[in-house]
């Protein structure tokens, strides 16, 4: 299985600014994955990354509020930009197995607050 | 398109008691189907799966089977702990290549002395 980090765990922003969030895994995946979680809601999946392309955005999520990038196959960023409460949640990479039942492997979270 | 659809929550229990979160699910053809557990303030862990028709997942103590005729995926859980408070997750998927993966709503258990 594939151990994943986030930074940051957690953060306090503005209304209006962006912030990075960083996904590193320690192993090579082909695709990864970023959802994001509204309070007491499930998961959403807002785009899939794949190394070397560009992101392919869920339907209701753009590249323009949420750009992505993925330069190699154990990194990757999901960029909230222009943020505003409505943003606040928490948002989790995944990556998957290769080959298999497409299991997914979740990092920690990062748990972001919009003032 | 596929759907999973959970039993609403929150389900309280005493330590001991037995868990049943009901998981039904809608889909063309034969998914895998998961269960991943969501900690306070952590990510998901994927507890336990089944990837074809009567086999069953389990971990911690926790089961499911995979019921093609009632297209369902209960989770149960013998004897509960304290430390099995969580929100439980249940959710499909279909192999080969990538295929996306659809999450019920999610049920929080929450288990008292």
């Known amino acids: 299985s594939a151990v994943i980090s986030q930074k940051p765990s957690r953060d306090i922003c503005q209304r209006g600014t962006s912030l990075t969030i960083q996904c590193q895994v320690d192993?090579?995946?082909?695709?990864m994955f970023w959802y994001r979680q509204q309070p007491g809601q499930s998961l959403t999946l807002i785009a899939t990354?794949?190394?070397?392309?560009?992101?392919?955005?869920e339907s209701g999520f753009v590249i323009d509020k949420f750009p992505i990038s993925r330069p190699n196959l154990t990194f990757s960023t999901l960029t909230v930009s222009n943020m505003s409460p409505e943003d606040s949640s928490i948002y989790l990479c995944?990556?998957?197995?290769?080959?298999?039942?497409?299991?997914?492997?979740f990092g920690p979270g990062t748990r972001l607050t919009v003032l | 398109g596929n759907s999973v659809t959970q039993m609403e929550g929150p389900v309280t229990l005493s330590e001991e008691a037995f868990l049943t979160i009901n998981c039904t699910y809608t889909?063309?053809?034969?998914?895998?189907l998961f269960w991943y557990v969501q900690y306070p303030g952590e990510g998901l862990q994927l507890l336990l799966k089944?990837?074809?028709?009567?086999d069953k997942g389990s971990n911690k103590g926790f089961e499911a089977t995979y019921r093609k005729e009632t297209t369902s995926f209960h989770l149960e859980k013998g004897s509960v702990q304290v430390s099995d408070s969580a929100v439980y997750f249940c959710?499909?998927?279909?192999?080969?290549?990538?295929?996306?993966?659809?999450f019920g709503t999610g049920t929080k258990l929450q288990v008292i002395p």
């Open positions: 990354a794949n190394q070397g392309s560009e992101a392919t955005y």
């Open positions: 995944s990556v998957t197995q290769e080959t298999g039942t497409n299991e997914q492997f």
């Open positions: 192993s090579q995946v082909t695709m």
């Open positions: 889909a063309t053809g034969y998914p895998s």
């Open positions: 959710a499909l998927s279909f192999s080969g290549g990538y295929q996306k993966v659809t």
């Open positions: 089944a990837t074809k028709a009567d």
